[in-house]
């Protein structure tokens, strides 16, 4: 069955630290899907990144990497010197390969991670 | 940033009244999906549509009901509000092509209070 755990229920940072947010996940699959969303205190969901099982190289965006190891089903997500504006929520999400026809793709969220910056 | 809308985006309800969320999008994506956000249990498919008139329940579908009679309109109705269904809704888009997982973008949410 899928599965993902966020171990880390809230995270206060000071600005300017960084700070790594775990995502571990399990699936039976070869073929899957790992994402992150980001959700502000406004409440809206913000994707960030999605990655595919084969894909293993490490993502950077500006102050965001992504870090996707299949060896042990991790795909963990690090802010660097981070701002009081990355204060917010974050889910990672797994989805396994479509399945064609009119199935949708599944996705399983985790419980999220609250992350606080503090100026 | 994909062109998604709800409405309202907030309501205050009584318990036994009828409900209608809308979602509009302006993406002309094939898929659609309403999820309901609730502490404890994160985020659930309640239902989702693969196009005009085609729609399929997801993992929490019981009290809700969906219609799609355009491709760019998803309506979430309760049809009689309980407690329980006090929530934030998400829409949530998909292109909907032929394989590979796709990325599912969200609207802004809807607050319900029902009382």
């Known amino acids: 069955a899928q599965k993902v755990t966020q171990a880390q229920t809230e995270i206060s940072v000071v600005e300017k630290e960084d700070v790594t947010l775990d995502c571990v996940y399990e699936t039976r699959d070869t073929t899957y899907y790992l994402f992150w969303y980001k959700q502000p205190p406004s409440g809206e969901l913000v994707f960030l990144i999605r990655r595919n099982s084969f894909d293993e190289q490490n993502e950077i965006s500006g102050r965001y990497s992504w870090n996707f190891q299949k060896s042990t089903s991790s795909f963990n997500f690090t802010i660097t010197a981070s701002q009081v504006v990355d204060s917010a929520v974050y889910f990672c999400?797994?989805?396994?390969?479509?399945?064609?026809?009119?199935?949708?793709?599944?996705?399983?969220f985790g419980p999220g991670t609250s992350l606080s910056v503090i100026p | 940033d994909a062109g998604i809308t709800q409405s309202p985006r907030h309501k205050v309800t009584e318990t036994g009244t009828p409900v209608t969320l809308r979602c509009h999008q302006t993406e002309n994506h094939r898929y659609m999906y309403w999820y309901r956000q609730d502490p404890g249990h994160g985020l659930r498919l309640i239902h989702y549509s693969y196009g005009v008139k085609d729609t399929d329940k997801g993992e929490v579908s019981d009290g809700y009901s969906v219609s799609r009679s355009k491709t760019e309109d998803f309506l979430l109705t309760l049809e009689s509000a309980t407690s329980s269904q006090t929530s934030v809704y998400f829409c949530?888009?998909?292109?909907?092509?032929?394989?590979?997982?796709?990325?599912?973008?969200f609207g802004p949410g809807t607050r319900l209070l029902v009382l």
């Open positions: 999400a797994l989805s396994e390969a479509y399945l064609g026809g009119t199935s949708y793709d599944k996705v399983i």
């Open positions: 949530a888009i998909s292109e909907g092509r032929q394989g590979g997982v796709e990325t599912q973008y």
